[in-house]
Structures are given as structure tokens and as C-alpha cells.
């Protein structure tokens, strides 16, 4: 019996019915239009209904959601969402009454890296370390075949790894942690401040002075193009990324290494240094073996995993 996947994120909640090997049957997406959590739980039953609708199934074993933020492995409670602004919520709860099936709630890198080991670039392997770099910094860790949770089950968190103590404040409310530095959202945070600055024609050039435009891209053209300033930005978030994931292959010593996320993709400057960091800094017992990959399921990762969770 299929199964349901919901990927939650900022500004939509995208449903999927997915069969036992990861294929998605039909899918559906609905814009967030009140972001509270009533009128987010609202708003996934509606893309679970349509979706199942769209499969033309009578009935899913259960649903799995992906969310950006820290979460409870067994009540399903987020205890921090960014993207939301949410505190202590507890949402599996919420949806399991709301949609009549018991509903898993689990992290979204959690539900990528599980995607990307059934069906897509983990295929084969039993220890995998999965990063992406997108509006936020996120990762994932699987060892002998089972995702690591945690004790409290927020394993993983390797944007809230501190790399400046007492630094930029991140979305989790802490200072100093990676995704201060290196997520999307906060390397256009950085750009921007820097255009205010009035130090950089580079950048004045490239946005027509207008700041809406930026984009981590934006940021990584004028560093390529010689601005000193954005070029310091774009190394040290580069450098922090590498460190941090070399630092992880070391410790864990994943036989496979995924990466994926929008700004990775788009980026390939800061992929490049990411990726030589990595290389250069990881160990060399830890690195022997170790096959590094691009995520292969695209924006599908989470919300395949997420429903291959659930069984």
C-alpha cells in the first residue's frame, strides 16, 4: 500500500503518494497562506487530499513529513522551526487528528538522506553522510543502514555547529553557528549588508543598486569578478562548509558523501572550494574509500523519504 509524503517548508506544503520503492504516483502543492500552526495543518491536509485524489487510491499506510527544524524523534514536537517561527509545537500530534492515520514528523534532511538511500544517490551504501546547502545549512547521518537520530533526536544539526563564538546571530536564536555563514539565506543577508556599505561597485553594478535582486549567485559573481569584500564573504563561508563536513567525514567516516541543496547547485565556485576542503582536510584513513556524490532526487528527496519513513 502507498504511502503519503509531505515536504513542509517555508512557503509551501508539497504532498506526494509515494509506492514502496520510492516512485511518486501523483503529487500536489499548496502556497502557506496562514503560517501558524492550525493554518499549516490545514494546509497539509489539503495537499494530502488532493494528492491522494490525484493517485486515485482509496486509502495510504500512514503519512510521513519532512520540516526544517529541530525535532522530537518520538512525540513528532518541533521544537524549533526558522522558516516558521515556531516554538515547541507539536505537529505530528496535530495531524494525526486532523488527518484520522498516524502521522511521523522527522527532520527535512532526515527525510532526504533516507530518500537518497533507497532511491537515489545512496543506493548500495550503509554509511552515507548527506549535506545540503540551501536557505539553510542541513545534514543527515545514516550508519549501518539506519538513520542516527540522537538522544533527543536532533543528530545531525551540522548548521548549528558554532564556527564563531558569539558571532552573526543564526534563525535558531544561537550565535555563531554554520548557517549564520554559509546558508543561502544569510549569504544574501551578508551581500546586502555589504551593499549598504557603499564599498563594493561590483556588487553596485550587478543589482543596478537594488537589493532585492541578490542571491547567493549574486554574491559569488562579484567575488569571482574581484571584489575583495564579497570575495571574503564567499571564502569564509566556503571555508567554514569545508571544514565543518571534513571535520564530519573524519569522525564518522561515511563510505559515501552526498551533497545537494540550491545553493551548491548554483553555486559552483563554493561547491568546488567545499568539496577541495574537504580532501585536504578530512583524514586520510577517513577519506579512503570515500565516494562523493550529487544528490539525485532534485527538490523529490525529502518527500520520497519522508513517506519511505513511515514503513
Known amino acids: 500500500m502507498p504511502t503519503l509524503g509531505i515536504d513542509l517548508g517555508g512557503t509551501f506544503a508539497r504532498a506526494a503518494v509515494v509506492d514502496g520503492k ?32 490525484k493517485a486515485g487510491v482509496k486509502k ?34 496535530m495531524l494525526t487528528k486532523r488527518m484520522g492515520f498516524e502521522v511521523k514528523v522527522v527532520n527535512d534532511l532526515s527525510a532526504a ?14 554509511d552515507i553522510l548527506v549535506v545540503f546547502v540551501g536557505s539553510g545549512v542541513g545534514s543527515a547521518i545514516i550508519a549501518d543502514g539506519r538513520l542516527v ?3 533527543g533526536g536532533v543528530a545531525g544539526e551540522l548548521g548549528h555547529i558554532k564556527v564563531v563564538p558569539g ?23 551578508q551581500t546586502k549588508e555589504l ?22 549567485v549574486t554574491l559569488e559573481t562579484a567575488a569571482e569578478a574581484g ?20 571535520n564530519y567525514v573524519t569522525v564518522l567516516n561515511p563510505s559515501r558523501l552526498v551533497v545537494g541543496g540550491g545553493v551548491l ?18 583524514s586520510r584513513v577517513s577519506r579512503e574509500g570515500l565516494l562523493i556524490a550529487d544528490a539525485e532526487l532534485g527538490d523529490d528527496s525529502g518527500i520520497i523519504g519522508a513517506a519511505l519513513l513511515v514503513k
Not at 543564526?170 to 543577508?189: K, T, V
Not at 551593499?195 to 537594488?210: K, P, Y
Not at 547547485?265 to 578530512?282: F, I, T
Request: net charge negative; charged share 20%; glycine share 14%.
Open 22 to 53: 520510492g516512485a511518486i504516483l501523483a503529487s500536489a502543492k499548496v502556497a502557506l497562506q496562514d503560517r501558524k500552526p492550525p493554518g499549516v495543518v490545514e494546509t497539509i491536509a489539503q495537499a494530502a487530499e488532493e494528492a491522494v485524489k
Open 60 to 93: 495510504v499506510d500512514g503519512c510521513g513529513v519532512g520540516a526544517a527544524g529541530q525535532i522530537h524523534k518520538d512525540s513528532g514536537v518541533i521544537s524549533v522551526a526558522p522558516n516558521l517561527g515556531w516554538r515547541d509545537v507539536p505537529l505530528a500530534a
Open 113 to 126: 538522506a533516507w530518500g537518497e538511500l533507497h532511491a537515489g544517490a545512496g543506493r548500495g551504501a550503509q
Open 149 to 151: 537520530n540522537g538522544g
Open 167 to 189: 558571532g552573526r546571530l543564526c534563525g535558531c536564536s544561537e550565535h555563531g553557528c554554520l548557517e549564520a555563514y554559509a546558508g543561502g539565506h544569510n549569504l544574501i543577508a
Open 195 to 216: 551593499l549598504a556599505s557603499g564599498s563594493s561597485r561590483v556588487l553596485e553594478q550587478l543589482t543596478h543598486d537594488d537589493p532585492d535582486t541578490i542571491t547567493p
Open 227 to 246: 571584489d575583495a569584500k564579497a570575495k571574503e564573504i564567499h571564502t569564509r563561508a566556503a571555508q567554514f562548509l569545508a571544514l565543518a563536513v571534513a
Open 265 to 282: 547547485m548554483h553555486c559552483p565556485g563554493l561547491k568546488r572550494q567545499l568539496l577541495d576542503g574537504v580532501q585536504q582536510w578530512s
